[in-house]
């Protein structure tokens, strides 16, 4: 099957040629065909599976063809709720991209910016609006917006909104929209909470869900490193100086830890930015582009600041704080390895990240290559011969009577660096 054969306008199948768009991803050959009849779906899809096309192409279409027919001021028809800034520019381009010859209008509102020019956008008139929930209802209250017209509604990333707090916000959106409207929601994961917020926007949908060919965890090359938390610095230096990384995505678990990071590096000579939410909209965007352009080698990032990070040729992967929950490392890891590409993703693992490596290679279901020779390993070994074994952080004493254990954690370092071993 091709685009061709899913009955687009000219308009649209011109706009997808000249972008190079052949044959739909499975999730687009899935969804765009239920969508243009008119159905709700739910689907559970991956970032990377090519979703944002899958309901951008068939609102489009049916829009621009209900358009030819309207007269006068534009209403804002079609509302695509999302939880990133990053994330709501991405779909708000691909919008464009796709319906450049079709004559409709996108906008996009979020905040961290001054809200001078969104509201001179929605002033002039739009079709199509994506927003992050704060900033949406934060312009609906002002009277700039009305939600009153829309017949299509979009809620992406779902399980990230739920994630990041958005729950309330999505309610109240979902209580200002008509009953009579086609509906899609779409999510990563479908766990119980994620299904009952489903059911309040959904009538009778259609279910997509697509699995990648090959996980994330399968695409990426892994492996990591045991490294003591104040040496990490000087094994991302070392590897950056060392392993030829052209383009490297660092993750850091805090703002504080991206911007100190950066400093580090900075000193060490090495150009990089740090994104993160307490940075301004114009500083994310410099610093994005700047890396894209390959004007900056290293780009520090928090997991939130991340979503919609949407790039090809990305090298390497950098796990400098694991996460402590375990689907964030597959979402991360998944930044690298794009577009059927090969990728590679870095971790660095204290004594107390040892919990969240567990937890990490039960969920992927493969131990993690170990690089057992670096300069920074004794250091390591050392730190975990003198502390007393530790239990999810807390001191673990001996029971009345019994003698104290203290070679737990020492063998566990030294098992997972005894030397080569087959990688699972």
Known sequence: MTFKDLGLTPAIQKALHEEGYTIPTPIQKQSIPILL???DLLGCAQTGTGKTAAFAIPILQQMSLARAD??????????IVTPTREL????????????????????????GVKQGAQVEALRRGVDILVATPGRLLDLINQGYISLKDIEYFVLDEADQMLDMGFIHDIKKIIALLPRKRQSLFFSATMH?????????????????TVRPEQTTAEKVKQSIYFVTK???????????QTQGMESVLVFSRTKHGANKVVKLLQRDGF????????????????ALDDFKKGK?????????????????????????????????????????GRAGSSGEAVSFCDIEERPYLKDIEKLIRKKISVIHEHPFLNDLLERASEEPERTHGHKRHPKPGQKKKSAGKNNYWRNRNSGPRKSS
């Open 230 to 240: 104040k040496n990490k610095i000087r094994l991302l230096v070392h590897l950056l």
């Open 70 to 79: 309207e007269r006068g001021r534009r209403k804002i028809k079609s509302l």
């Open 37 to 39: 009849k008119g159905k």
């Open 192 to 208: 119980p909470t994620i299904v009952e917020l489903s059911k309040k926007i959904l009538g009778n949908p259609e279910r997509v």
């Open 88 to 111: 709501a520019t991405q779909i708000a381009v691909s919008f464009g991209v796709y319906g450049k010859y079709t004559n409709l209008k996108n906008t996009v509102v979020f905040g």
């Open 271 to 286: 150009q990089s930015a740090a994104i993160h939410g307490n940075k301004s909209q114009k500083a994310r965007e410099v």
């Open 296 to 336: 900056i080698k290293v780009l520090v990032a928090t997991d939130i600041a991340a979503r919609g990070i949407d790039i090809d040729e990305l090298s390497h992967v950098v796990n400098y704080d694991l996460p402590n929950i375990p689907e964030s490392y597959v979402h991360r890891i998944g930044r690298t």
